[in-house]
């Protein structure tokens, strides 16, 4: 019989790495559908579900990293999808990041830096044996028998931002103050002429004069003018994922989150914007025609925007004995603000913007800044951590 070619040993499967052993199976079983429902909460906290779409994992000999999907859906119940990036070790250190995210408002840096230690967290717990029990969301309402405040009672029959969004869909134009117009608009005429935002899109003149004549009628039969509206956020956990940090100096914490409609103020009051620049790459049409063939020439175009950067905040004096005691037990927060619906406000910011094509520059007046927020008046707040009442602002009294 010939001798045994030395290559069948090479044939075997090479034993798994000891990181292998030790990580694969509790990663692999980690990445449900609780932890992508909790890292959407973390960086969404105003939207809804989490479920893990796909998943990869790989392994190395001191380390295993996990790329997976989160799909969730925002307010108005698009369906979004998040990237992440999870690299843990043999001694479950860990290390995250967010390769990508199609959400209509994008997590900020601190959204993400809570990300990366919420997947900390959880690798600590792997390490420790398993995943503690998740926490029961019905401990923001232990007692769901306790008396709610003239607050919480608004807050029951105000209506969801998106409900909002439902009831003005349509009829926009008739929740804008007189004479609202956007930057240029149409550009058709040799003399760019702004849209009036506060009348009917429409090119039939008499379909314009009908619905201008109806427009008190079609403001009031959307439901949304003098209606109540609630915002909600929770968390659950240490509060450096969800709040500022403590200020020894007047001993407080700082609530704050910036809702994913960039249609919110803040808190009522007139939207703040933050200015952002960005080169926009692309090709023009030069009107030349070689060889049968349209000419095309790269075009590179500075732009500016400014983004809706409302943040709805609340500092509440908290003293150091009890943030201590937050910080190493975590919390359970719960902040409801009920806000009247006044109309539709817009915010624009009109600049002359240029390209060049062919040596040329080519400029034209451009809306740069964020559009439609809404306009409201802050009816009351109230904000419990661990079910107590810590903050809180009633409705105004009636005459």
């Known amino acids: 019989m010939p001798a045994e070619s030395s290559a069948t040993s090479d044939m075997h499967p090479k034993p798994p790495s000891p990181a292998e052993m ?8 980690v990445l449900d559908d609780r932890l992508a429902s909790e890292l959407r909460e973390t960086m969404h906290p105003t939207g809804k579900g989490g479920k893990v779409k796909s998943k990869n994992l790989t392994c190395s ?3 295993c990293t996990a790329e997976f999907e989160v799909e969730w859906q925002g307010l108005s119940g698009s369906a979004y999808t998040s990237v992440f990036r999870w690299e843990v070790a043999e001694d479950f250190s860990s290390s995250a990041s ?11 840096d601190k959204d993400i830096d809570a990300m990366v230690a919420h997947l900390a967290e959880v690798a600590a717990e792997l390490k420790g044996g398993g995943r503690k029990a998740p926490v029961d969301p019905t401990r923001f309402v232990s007692d769901p028998n306790r008396p709610l405040t003239s607050v919480e009672l608004l807050a029951q029959g105000a209506h969801e931002a998106d409900e909002l969004e439902a009831m003005i869909k349509g009829n926009e134009w008739t929740l804008y103050p007189d004479g609202t117009t956007d930057c ?13 935002l506060d009348m009917p899109q429409t090119d039939d003149d008499f379909e314009r004069h009908t619905q201008v004549a109806k427009r008190a009628q079609l403001a009031k039969a959307t439901g949304a ?4 509206f609630r915002w909600r956020w929770r968390g659950t956990g240490k509060p450096q994922k969800f709040l500022s940090p403590y ?7 700082t609530f704050e989150d910036q809702p994913t409609s960039g249609r919110w103020p803040a808190l009522g009051g007139s939207p703040t914007f933050r200015r952002e620049s960005f080169s926009l790459s692309g090709e023009a049409d030069t009107g030349l025609r070689v060889g049968g063939k349209t000419v095309a020439v790269k075009t590179e175009q500075e732009m500016i925007s400014f983004e809706n950067s409302s943040a709805l905040k609340l500092v509440v004096p908290i003293d150091v004995v009890t943030a201590e005691k937050w910080n190493k037990e975590g919390v359970d ?4 603000i009920v806000q009247r619906f006044i109309g539709l406000g817009y915010h624009k910011v009109c600049q002359s913007t240029c390209a060049s094509i062919l040596g040329e520059t080519v400029c034209g007046p451009q809306d740069v800044g964020f559009g439609t927020f809404y306009r409201t008046e802050p009816v009351g707040h109230i904000l419990r951590v661990g079910g107590k009442v810590i903050s809180e602002k009633q409705p105004p009294k009636a005459n």
């Open 61 to 63: 000999a001191k380390n």
């Open 98 to 108: 967010l390769v990508s995210e199609d959400a209509a408002f994008k997590a900020d």
């Open 333 to 336: 927060i719960e902040w409801t």
């Open 247 to 253: 200020n020894f100096s007047t001993k407080s914490y």
């Open 184 to 196: 240029a608009g149409d550009t058709t005429g040799s003399v760019p002429r702004p849209i009036r």
């Open 225 to 228: 003018v003098g209606a109540l």
């Open 22 to 29: 030790k990580i694969r199976r509790p990663l692999t079983d």
